[in-house]
């Protein structure tokens, strides 16, 4: 009997959106993004909130309450917002996805409303898996409300949790109907998460957009605590979010079928070393290091000239970036280790399949891929780190002595 | 800031094949069909196997471990097939789920490595599930193993688990790479399996093809056991299959975003009657009670002519299918109890989301969608398929007397 063909595509789209004062009554633009995106009236929601997002807006679940009271007829709360640890050990046990699927099974949300999380990376992160999953996907709305995740992680289109000691190894491709931003958020954020996501930026200038990097290069002394300016830090997120958009569905491999990943430059190291510390190193932390890592070891590779090396170096440090830890130097002589740095060059390539494929920078704008990397180099690059580092003494944020 | 706007398509491919004998190491349909799906030499393999077909077919493990030593260096076993339980019960606990992720952690499949899972529908819905959430999804080949699972639940593109007292209340659509049928898993099948997928194939007749109910009817005696013959199973499950994939494709909705699902016609009941019998009745079984069920009211509502009527329940009876069971009457008066058969209909809304919507037929062959129903006609259809099995007496498959 001849082979049955099965072939179809499916579309996707959604809008990321920016505003302030998003539960404010008079904020029309939840409402109406809610009713353009429901097939039915009134709109049933069930909402998530990080507890660190919380914890600074006191006054959000009754601001929320009171917006779904004024719009009552075309929105609905289908019971009490519930509320999530933030930060990783949201993704580290299972038990909040599950709740947020018996939440939905509970409230009676069905494919047709919408689960709404509000908070950090990591809780819209587990939230969209829960998301996701509940009756084979539910309409998900992200409201992230780090730099992070209103500039990378929550405007994409992957959501997951941590399992059997990997990062993200339980998750999905499954794209939210908004995401919407409010700069609001920001100014709580403490210094760490203020800073860390700008690091996301400088991956994705420096791999994109030469001219990016030059704003965040002229605005660093600004965007640093303790100025922490507001206007050069949203154009940055939105720079980053429109470029992070952009990359997924220009390269026709949004659900990521293939090898080549270059939106995780740097990503391998700073995975590690976000499970070296126990994820006391933040992700945006982490990634500054993992670029800096890969620049240094992109220059002593002969392909990253030394002045741009200074120049992105510079950047970072001037935002006050710590560029090395303690717990980088361990076992490097045995990249099998579990403990070893280079142990995350084989759980990466693991993680995405097929051969390793990691981004080198040829200049400031411009990557190449490589698929094989020398170990002798890469511990020399992560000397130049710590030398750096220990001359400079730039051990301002306390992460310096984070150990394994 | 204006907004930014997302929008992309993925574009899904894959083959339902037909074959016998499958890991005969003469046999290079699964040894191409990897390759072609693959990356990379040698394709590394997780394989997992419904404890019911191993039961049948001992040899089974060692017949794959002699195929993959026959193809070594293009096929690599990552290790032991793993056995899981067949049936509803390895949806019904996370476990298995589980246990899968897990064993594609441990066995280091990637994103470009396949999990392989052989057996009937429930297995194929768990291991789909593991499957899709591993990684992300790693490349997922289904060897469906039941003549439900050939000709309906193993072609399509859902996965999923049951959880909080809810049917396939977790899982994703994700579809696999391809699909594998073997008619050489048939003979063994008991008599209620062979003979429950065959209302799936009557369920696409019905709403779709006249001339495929009639080849049914006609060969109703030989499909029925004892004859079980082989050559008009193997049309009913091609053609079954054939129109399934069509109709996830041609419909424009593959991954169920709008309301409309006209293959669940007749699964409002078949759903709750599993539930109700704690999964004793299988899911052909249901089906079959279901569509006659959906055939009387709409006899009775004035849709469907009497001669239409007499012909497709006699076709359900000439197969072997018993059409009422005692389930089916308790709490008729009361559609919000949780043991009331009409409880299922808000059970399927809630699950499809959006307005309820139940297929009715209008003759054999064409149905049409109706968004409201009448309990009380509903009541009297139960009733007429109560009396009429009572009068014939039709009680042969034993599964008469299931109880709440």
Known sequence: MDPIRQQFSVSYSYEVLFTEALFDTGNRLLSECLKTNATQQPVRLLVVIDQGVVAHHPNLIEQIQAYMQHYAGELELAEEPLIVPGG????????????????????GIDRHSFLIAIGGGAVLDMAGFAAATAHRGVRH????????????????????INAFNSKNFLGSFAPP???????????????????????????????????????????????????????????????CARMHVEHISRYGDPFESGSSRPLDFGHWAAHKLEALTNYELRHGEAVGIGIALDCVYAHLAGSLDQPSLERILTTFERLGFDLYIDAMEGHLDDPAHPKSLF??????????????????LATIGDAIEVHEVDYGLYKKAVSYLKERVNSKAIKSNGILGLQV
Chains 1, 2 share one sequence.
């Open 141 to 160: 709305i992200r409201i992230p409300t780090t730099v992070l995740s209103q500039n990378d992680s929550g405007v994409g289109v992957k959501n997951g």
């Open 88 to 107: 990783e050990q949201v993704k580290n046990d299972p038990v909040y996805v599950y709740t947020l699927q018996e939440a939905v099974a509970r409230a």
């Open 343 to 360: 142990r995350g060059l084989e759980e990466f390539r693991e993680h995405l399949g097929g051969q390793l494929t990691v981004m080198l």
């Open 177 to 239: 109907v908004a995401v919407i931003n409010d700069k609001d958020f920001l100014p709580t954020l403490d210094d760490r998460d203020w800073r860390g996501g700008i690091s996301e930026a400088i991956k994705v200038a420096l791999i994109k957009d030469t001219a990016f990097f030059e704003y965040i290069e002229k605005y660093a002394d600004e965007l640093a605590p303790p100025t922490r300016a507001d206007e050069p830090m949203q154009h940055v997120i939105y720079e």
